[in-house]
């Protein structure tokens, strides 16, 4: 039995404290519309067969724009709780690295929490994910891009090691409330959303790893419901690789902490030149969306081709609108 704490009362009860009636309110507001996204339904995709549901979560509801904010939150209201950060340790900043997402994240929901941030990125983020960081009032640290997203995570982890009174390192790929905010949200809602829509609970899941988070946290709360539910892994090319998944594929592959490897039924092949087709697929259905979004749909398809399962459910990670700067969208 998998025990998972209940979202982090003392954290938002100290928040009128820290932040004011008024800034506990717009605080709260804003947390409130984390999560409870739409689980809509797939159909008119290149090669999509029939008799297979093919369901995704769209994650760019959420205020800023990813599945990150859910992490997110509970690691900060986390941190509130346990007073690494806010009243117990006043001008304390937040670290962490990130590719963009979770960066996003952390500079909307800090500034929302009056929380200070420091984000270490690598340079080759995208214009549209640097504004929207500097726009919230994060401070950015941008690492050298021919050093590979790697780089970004060491350097975190040394400025957190050299500064331990002025960072509180959160550290998404150690962070038990990352899966935990998956398994306590993204995964009870796909389960009561499937349930809703087709009478009955998934029959596999497909996701990428960043972090580990969302194929943890989600993977562990399909199984308690459906202990044979096939969970599937994207298992992307080294270079170029796609933008926020790790390959995982080699021995000296760096492997986040709080991925539960266990849950991992198979690895599914998926490269750019078939992540940014399918993005554009998605675009003509009216669905907008980054390259692991497109990564995921197109192996959900390739589960569904097998004819082995009913019910196929992915994620659309976040909005497309943050890739034009990438050529993602040229013709």
């Not at 004011?20 to 947390?31: F, H, V, Y």
């Not at 087709?198 to 993977?219: C, E, H």
């Not at 940014?276 to 497109?294: R, Y």
Request: a negative charge; glycine letters at 12%.
């Amino acid at each position: 039995m998998i025990e998972v704490a209940p979202t982090h009362e003392p954290a938002t009860q100290g928040l009128k404290e820290h932040l004011g009636p008024l800034g506990a309110a717009r605080a709260l507001e804003l947390l409130a519309h984390v999560g409870q996204t739409p689980l809509v339904e797939l159909h008119g995709l290149p090669g999509q067969p029939d008799g297979v549901r093919l369901l995704a979560k769209l994650e760019a509801r959420n205020p800023g724009g990813s599945i990150k904010d859910r992490p997110v939150a509970r690691m900060l209201l986390g941190a509130l709780a346990r007073q690494d950060l806010g009243p117990g340790n006043p001008g304390r900043r937040l670290l962490d690295s990130s590719s963009g997402n979770a960066a996003i994240a952390y500079a909307m929901l800090g500034s929302a929490l009056g929380i200070p941030v420091t984000l270490v990125v690598p340079g080759n983020a995208s214009r549209e994910r640097l504004d929207r960081i500097r726009a919230h009032g994060a401070e950015l640290i941008l690492t050298d891009p021919l050093d590979g997203y790697d780089r970004a995570v060491h350097m975190a982890k040394q400025l957190a090691a050299d500064n331990p009174e002025r960072y509180w390192y959160s550290n998404q790929y150690a962070n038990e409330d990352n899966w935990r905010a998956h398994f306590e949200t993204t995964g009870a809602e796909i389960l009561a959303d499937c349930l809703e829509r087709t009478g009955v609970v998934p029959d596999a899941f497909v996701s990428g790893v960043g972090t580990g988070g969302t194929l943890t946290g989600v993977g562990r709360r399909l199984r308690v419901a459906n202990p044979k539910v096939w969970i599937a892994a994207l298992a992307p090319d080294v270079f170029p690789g796609i933008e926020g998944l790790k390959p995982l594929g080699s021995p000296g592959d760096f492997v986040p902490p709080i991925l539960d490897t266990s849950l991992i039924d198979q690895r599914v092949p998926v490269r750019q030149e078939e992540a940014v087709p399918m993005c554009q697929a998605l675009a003509k259905l009216g669905f907008f969306a980054g390259p692991s979004s497109g990564a995921n749909v197109f192996a959900a398809l390739e589960l569904a081709r097998t004819g082995r399962f009913r019910t196929v459910v992915t994620v659309l990670c976040d909005t497309g609108e943050r890739y034009g700067s990438t050529g993602l969208w040229a013709e």
